[in-house]
């Protein structure tokens, strides 16, 4: 690990209080220098978004962290499948791949998706199913231990809740003119939403 590279998990991570050690080992182990592309490769580490191409972004660092550890499964070693709304370049999809057993992701932009397998693949991650399309229904009738959106949705998608898992959890944000990150969880009393955070995404696409 370059001294970059550690000090971003120092400074943007841990000091803003991530502690799971799940999550600071994936971040310890998948290098965001990878996923950004050539002319931007110099500001990797920096603390924030980076163009990765078609009106789309690498988020920052540490909300790929934030984001990752509220969907965090509860126990560690049992199987467990994530599904994530917009892969873009990959980062945060391979990040899921070091909490998850298996993770699948939808990207609607047909370079971006192919851009993300290159991307798993170069880390021989083989885990991860990227597929090509409409990620907004989510996938109807599958359900999962995490659920990650990766872009904006107008208003919140309550559809998605159905596909968690008795004590899953999903994290997104939501909104137009002010966006949240929302965080539900599949409790035995319902489903438990909450704001977590103010934030800017960019929007969720759809073939709507």
Same mark, same amino acid.
């Given at each position: 690990m370059n001294p970059q590279w550690k000090n971003m998990i120092q400074t943007q991570i841990v000091e803003r209080g991530?502690?799971?050690?799940?999550v600071l080992r994936a971040m310890s182990e998948i290098d965001r220098s990878l996923f950004v592309p050539e002319r931007y490769r110099s500001r990797s580490y920096e603390d924030g978004p980076l163009p990765i191409g078609f009106e789309q972004t690498i988020s920052q660092p540490y909300i790929v962290a934030f984001m990752t550890e509220a969907i965090l499964p509860a126990t560690d070693g049992e199987p467990t499948r994530a599904l994530e709304l917009g892969a873009g370049c990959g980062y945060q999809s391979a990040i899921l791949s070091r909490i998850f057993s298996r993770v699948t992701s939808f990207e609607l932009v047909p370079e971006l998706a192919e851009l993300a397998k290159k991307n798993l693949d170069a880390l021989k991650i083989d885990n991860v199913e990227i597929i090509s399309g409409d990620g907004s229904r989510?996938?109807?009738?599958?359900?999962?231990?995490?659920? *990650?959106?990766?872009?904006?949705?107008?208003k919140y998608p309550e559809h998605l809740?159905?596909? *968690?898992?008795?004590?899953?959890?999903?994290? *997104?944000?939501?909104g137009k003119e002010s966006q949240y990150l929302y965080l539900s969880e599949n409790s035995e009393s319902g489903f438990l939403r909450k704001q977590i955070l103010a934030v800017r995404f960019v929007p969720m696409i759809s073939e709507d």
């Open positions: 991530i502690r799971e050690a799940r989510g996938m109807p009738g599958k359900t999962f231990h995490g659920i *990650l959106g990766a872009a904006a949705f107008s809740e159905q596909q *968690l898992e008795p004590g899953g959890k999903m994290v *997104l944000p939501a």
